[in-house]
């Protein structure tokens, strides 16, 4: 919202402006990803019939991702001589206020309804990176055994036993900059 104060407004009222600004050049995002997956296991007899499985699964994933050609909002305010009233609160209402740009190194006082210098443009371009990380572990263990007892019917089959557990740990943590909140989209 361009306030009605602003000198480079000349309809008088506040103004709510959407702009792509093409001044910080093409978006592009840059995204690695690496997963790595080991599984070891054993099996065999323990005694009379009764076996036993185990194996045991790591793993994790990883992914690195950068977006450019995007904007911090909060500098890109400052380059148009705008703050918030309560900037505790991001719907707060702005107010033309030069001295914000003006204190802050590196910023350009602009206006919006022009394109940016390029100085202007460096001072308000952003990068983003952002970093996901997920790890798998996994422990199985069954012991069965097929022929425990026979059913004493005629026709009747073997009966068997089979007892299972697993342990299962998940972890995962998603990182992105600080800023993310104040970039435009």
């Known amino acids: ?39 070891a296991g054993a099996k065999g007899e323990i005694i009379h019939g009764w076996m036993y499985d ?8 990883q992914v690195m991702s950068q977006m450019s050609g995007v904007g911090n909002y909060a500098k890109l305010l400052q380059s148009y001589g705008l703050e918030q009233v309560d900037p505790t609160d991001s719907n707060s209402a702005l107010v033309y206020n030069p001295s914000v740009c003006q204190a ?39 012991i069965h055994n097929n022929h425990v007892a026979t059913m004493p019917w005629k ?9 299972g557990m697993e342990h299962r740990g998940e972890q995962l943590s998603y990182h992105l900059m600080p800023l993310w909140r104040l970039v435009i989209r």
Request: charged residues 15%.
């Open 1 to 39: 919202m361009i306030p009605a104060n602003a000198p480079y407004n000349t309809f008088g009222e506040d103004v709510l402006m959407y702009k792509r600004y093409g001044e910080w050049g093409n978006r592009r995002t840059e995204t690695a990803t690496d997963t790595y997956t080991a599984i």
């Open 54 to 61: 185990l194996s045991y699964t790591y793993g994790w994933n």
């Open 104 to 142: 802050s190194s590196g910023c350009v006082l602009s206006d919006p309804f022009k394109p940016l210098s390029s100085a202007a443009a460096a001072y308000s371009n952003y990068t983003s990176h952002d970093h996901y990380y997920y790890q798998l572990r996994d422990l199985n263990l069954r």
């Open 155 to 163: 026709g009747g089959g073997d009966v068997g036993f089979a007892l």
